[in-house]
């Protein structure tokens, strides 16, 4: 059965960093697209960052360019997503999701979902 399981939130003053992680199991990870994701408190779900199969080919939401970086690691069928200089406006809970075929930045268009890890930023 296909599993993701995200790791790696916390929290964090402004202008720090945190990497998040996202394994997946019952599967081999670079056989699918993996997104992030983020969800706000009363906000909906928004797209964050996308990684194609093989990792050569990585899409940001706007408001994340220049300070966020996907990656992945397929020995440890794990991708990564990078966060630097955080801001207070990028406190979400953060999911995984895997597809097949390409990137999309909607959340419908993702069948298999982690539980989310909680990202604060605050001083």
């Known amino acids: 059965q296909l599993q993701l399981v995200e790791s790696g939130g916390g929290l964090v003053q402004p202008g720090g960093s945190l990497r998040l992680s996202c394994t997946a199991s019952?599967?081999?990870?670079?056989?699918?697209?993996i997104g992030w994701f983020r969800q706000a408190p009363g906000k909906e779900r928004e797209g964050v960052s996308c990684?194609?199969?093989?990792?050569?080919?990585?899409v940001y939401a706007d408001s994340v360019k220049g300070r966020f970086t996907i990656s992945r690691d397929n020995a440890k069928n794990t991708v990564y997503l990078q966060m630097n200089s955080l801001k207070p406006e990028d406190t979400a809970v953060y999911y995984c999701a895997a597809r097949s075929y390409y990137c999309s930045g909607s959340v419908v268009a993702f069948g298999s979902w982690g539980q989310g890890t909680q990202v604060t930023v605050s001083s």
């Open positions: 990684v194609m199969r093989g990792g050569g080919i990585a």
């Open positions: 019952g599967f081999t990870s670079d056989d699918y697209v």
